[in-house]
């Protein structure tokens, strides 16, 4: 089959709706631009929209043959608060602000099947929710769409992303566990100012601090089983008013990541202990905060099975490959926890476009454009297979 005859017709539109949204980032839950630019993308074809929350956009379109099963489509549109690095032209406009991980082309992808899938709303029963979804770095999105009530009675799911490690022409996805559960911690050291040079007289957050982020790398290493994958993850650690200060407060940031709910609920519980016992110890005190973002993104063994068959009818049987299980998350979990479905991880790495081998999130980040119509054809093709009138029988 391959990719379906509109989606090749759309390559050039693809790309570029694509640079469109390199060029223009927005950071999670403030995508106004990119919400609108969506939005009247999807209006120019008949496609009627939504707003979902402040950045979301909710497109559906109705098969004509009749009433049927509704499904989920969906794409991330956040970016990320990295300076852009490239030197292409289509790259970010906005300082420290930058697609880093490839949210405009699933973006763009979405829309192109949603074209596609417009001109062939009469083959179909049933309803295609679109689902534009703002705030996936921070795992509020998706939550958003769920607790509006849109799409209730949604039967089937499918998101997809692009894969940095894997080359254009590949797809992959397993059965069971792809993606780890996300949480945020927040841990305040409050001590006490004095002059570096009588320490015994006030109480160092900072160093109470670095103390307990080397000490939270002991829960992961030594209190659960290294063949159960979990981490701690600290990105901040803020301190000090002058060089010749005692700190009086300290601020660290960090994430658990972690595939059992048991592991998760014994890190979250091990790090409240040992920050406060840490600080304790060089007399200061720690405020903890832990924010749950998203569960573990686990693949819906039936939908798992029914897609099977529609990633090989795209790009091939032989180019479907396992996805290792990672400690990255994604709110896409949400979804397929309420709506069964899948995820999948489209090859966007090539030589010939150096960025588009780099890991996500750095600064030089890019994807082979050609990954495209490979993501639109395959929205199109899982809508087109879970729509067909059989599946309108259950």
Do not use: W
Not at 63 to 91: C, F
Not at 107 to 124: H, N, V, Y
Not at 274 to 287: G, H, I, M
């Amino acid at each position: 089959m391959g990719i379906h005859p509109y989606i090749e017709e759309d390559r050039g539109y693809l790309t570029a709706l694509r640079r469109q949204f390199h060029r223009c980032p927005e950071r999670s839950m403030k995508e106004y631009d990119t919400a609108a630019r969506v939005r009247s993308e999807l209006e120019a074809v008949g496609i009627p929209v939504q707003a979902v929350g402040d950045t979301g956009v909710l497109g559906i379109i109705r098969g004509t043959r009749g009433p049927g099963r509704r499904i989920v489509l969906r794409a991330d549109m956040d970016a990320l608060p990295i300076q852009d690095e490239k030197d292409v032209p289509y790259a970010s406009q906005r300082p420290g602000v930058m697609h880093a991980c490839g949210h405009d082309a699933h973006t763009a992808a979405l829309l192109g099947a949603s074209r596609a899938l417009k001109r062939l709303e009469d083959t179909f029963f049933g309803e295609i929710l679109l689902v534009f979804q703002p705030g996936e770095e921070y795992c509020k999105g998706a939550r958003s769409f769920l607790q509006s009530g849109v799409l209730e009675g949604a039967v089937r799911s499918f998101g997809l992303h692009v894969q940095s490690n894997l080359p254009v022409g590949q797809v992959a996805m397993s059965p069971g566990a792809e993606n780890a559960s996300v949480d945020r911690f927040t841990i305040r050291v409050l001590g006490k100012s004095a002059h570096v040079s009588t320490p015994e007289l006030g109480a160092d957050a900072l160093y109470a601090a670095a103390q307990i982020v080397t000490a939270l790398q002991g829960i992961v290493g030594r209190l659960k089983s290294p063949s159960d994958p979990a981490l701690i993850g600290v990105g901040i650690l803020r301190s000090g008013e002058g060089y010749n200060i005692v700190a009086r407060e300290a601020v660290i940031e960090g994430t658990i990541r972690a595939f059992a709910p048991a592991t998760r609920e014994m890190i979250g519980e091990k790090l409240t202990h040992t920050a406060r016992s840490v600080a304790a110890l060089y007399n200061t005190s720690a405020e903890i905060s832990i924010e749950s973002f998203t569960r573990a993104l686990i693949n819906h063994p039936q939908v798992y099975a029914e897609t099977v068959p529609v990633i090989q009818s795209v790009v091939g049987r032989e180019n479907l490959v396992p996805k290792e299980p990672s400690l990255g998350g994604d709110d896409m979990a949400e979804l397929i926890a309420a709506i069964p479905g899948v995820y999948a991880y489209v090859g966007s790495g090539s030589p010939e476009v150096p960025g588009s081998r780099l890991a996500h999130h750095t600064p030089g980040f890019d994807i082979d454009e050609n990954a495209l119509p490979i993501a639109a054809g395959l929205y199109t093709a899982f809508a087109l297979a879970q729509l067909r009138p059989e599946k309108n029988l259950c």
